[in-house]
């Protein structure tokens, strides 16, 4: 029997047959040794830590470690917090969480998280000590930060003040590789501002506000305004394909197709957290990255024949709340991801949880409902059915998560949400198939928002399929186009059907149930377009071959109303018709005066050009250019004017248009007598030039002993040649004309 490890003897040990070094234990070394994490990717420092002392510094452990943990897993033992020779903290503290993944979680949700009321947290990445502070980049002797000298910015808003004091608006045109942006002169010529050549590599982009013009790059996106138009900000996102802002300006979103790859000497605005993503959400106003995310993987669908579907890319991916405090992004099928802003962390940590979600979309204002005292955010989604269960519409509070109403739905096929501007309606756009599956039709479910328990009306007279649904800005009035044909890719389009509703009339600020007002059948029409100020609408066919049709409507025609009319808030009027061939875009300024239509070469190489239009249907211009890609009028923002003011000046509108038509009257006369006086320095210059040069003409003749009248001398010279030796003869020659004749009978 071996003896045990008590009972070994030293002479059992024979120390020349042992030797330590050609023991193998590679095998066990493998399968026992403990890895750890390489580097310090898991650790990081924790400023603006309160002063403690030894006996206070375990209670502000405790404290601080419930905030760590909300981001990662991390103990006591893990935190080092450093103290002074003077027996107090240092105020900041070292922390490493389980993995890298942690540590980043952590920096980007806690940094500026506020400790106490005195105390906000700063974090960051101990690897950030070695990337700024390696040797050679900071220099050992201090010197005092140098203080350039203060230089008045541009002010962004100055589009606003028109130099010409007649309130024109401004666009933007992009044509060939030049762009340009314009003073809109109506008839004339625009006046340009500014024309720059590669200003950009694909397109341009106003803000939602107007206050900047975004370019795109193959490096990022850059944004410009100003009066001299220089760069204000710059957002390093490598191949950046599209850009969306949020209502407000506050935040940006840039997408694009390749996963960013973060160099090995790094990159001037992202991190090595961002490598691999496609989404970039940035501060507008300090040019910096929030959070990244990488492009969801969608689910594939088939079509009826089992091949598979192309799947479109959802654009824009994240959305906004009205008051810029939330974006959210869709996981279809499965939940809805809003994360609060600026610190971009999900909002209560967790993602809401919606089985089989297909879409979901916020409500463009901040809406005041009826009997709730608090203003939250709204946000609509829809379900489709599943099983035994109906296809589901939910309204949903935002941040309280709670459903405001909801609606279950049958025989579904698809659904479509539309939002009034100012969020007092949700029209919900239901596509439904019979039993069989053969024959579709659509009802609309109108959420009256404001409303006492948001009510639903429904409108189920439309038998065919709803193929564009628009509301009236500012208003309550629709317009739908319909058609009876199979929806989808067809080689003639469908014929179309145009059908216009509005609200009854009821007693005081009640608004009554929508009606149908008229449906003009026959059409090939396939795209509405409100006026920004509501009223007017152009109803057009764009993107066809063989159509190009712009109908104008007015909703509110001062005309004789029809007696089927009467108890309707709506007088529709057909003010004109414009055909505009290859037409693919249509948008209206922001005053609602005038509508621009253009034929993009991005859509195809006939006829490229604009045409401008005013909002009776006028065309104003028409211009004709080779390579025309883009227009976009500048957005104005809000009035600063209260509803009283607003209601003051709608008030005495007469009394202010008669001002503007006799500034308008002078305008278009002080013109003419432009045009005349420019002709007569014309004119005025032609004879000083040909007096100058006859009397040049006349000096070199005298030098060389010319005739002054070359051609009297001429005639002379001719007539003698013709006739020598004879006298001149003087004839006369007599000739009558009867000028007038009258023929008198004498009895």
Known sequence: MAPSFDHLREEDLDEEDFDVDEVDISDLREKYEVSLEQGYDTFVVIDGLPEVTEEQKPKLVKFLLKKLNTVGKTREDLIFMPMG?????????????????????????????????????????????????????????YTPPKIEPFQEKEHLRSFMADPSGRGRDQFVMYRGETVGVFWNNEKDQPENIVDRQHWTETFVQWS????????????????????????????AHPFVNLVAFSPNEKYMVTWSNRPISIPDEGHPSLSIDDDGKNYVIWDVETSKPLRSFAQLDTPASVDENGQPRKQKLPWPAFKWSADDKYVARLNPGASISVYELPRMNLLDKTAIKIDGVMDFDWAPATVQREGVKTYEQLLSFWTPEMGSNPAKVGLMSIPSKQIVRSLNLFSVSDVKLHWQSEGAY???????????????????????????????EVVDTIKDTVINFAWEPKGERFVIITTTEPVGVTAVPPKTSVAFFCPEKAKGNAVGNFKHLRTLEKKNSNAIYWSPKGRFVVVATIQNQQS?????????????????????????????????????????????????????????????????????????????IEKFKQWQWRPRPPTLLTKEEQKAIRKNLREYSRVFEQEDAERINSADVAVVQERRRLLEEWYAWRASVEEELAEEREILGLPADPVGELLKAKTAAIAPGMEEQVIEEIMEEVLE???????
């Open 208 to 235: 939602p506000l107007g206050t900047f013009l975004t370019s795109v790059h193959a490096q990022g996106v850059q944004l410009w305004g100003g009066a001299s138009w220089s760069r204000q900000r710059r957002f």
């Open 85 to 141: 020779d003077d027996g107090k903290s240092l105020r900041f503290a070292f922390v490493e969480y389980s993995t890298a993944a942690e540590a980043a979680a952590a920096v980007r949700s806690l940094d500026y998280t506020a400790l106490d009321k005195k105390h906000t947290l700063r974090v960051n990445k101990l690897t950030d000590i070695d990337r700024y502070g390696r040797e050679g980049r900071i220099d050992e002797t």
């Open 548 to 624: 190009s049709d712009l109908d104008f409507y007015d909703l509110d025609f001062e005309g004789e109303k029809p007696e089927s009319d009467k108890d309707l808030t709506a007088n529709l009027q057909l003010m004109n018709t414009a055909d505009h061939y290859g037409v693919t875009d249509i948008e209206w300024d922001p005053s609602g005066r005038y509508v621009a239509t253009w034929a993009s070469a991005w859509k195809h190489a006939m006829e490229n050009g604009y045409h401008l239009y005013d909002f009776k249907g006028e065309q104003l211009r028409e211009e004709p």
């Open 741 to 747: 004749e009258t023929e008198e009978i004498v009895s």
């Open 426 to 456: 949700l029209c919900v756009k239901v596509d439904r198939h019979s039993k069989s599956k053969k024959s579709q039709a659509t009802t609309l479910e109108i959420f009256r928002v404001k409303e006492k328990g948001v009510p639903v």
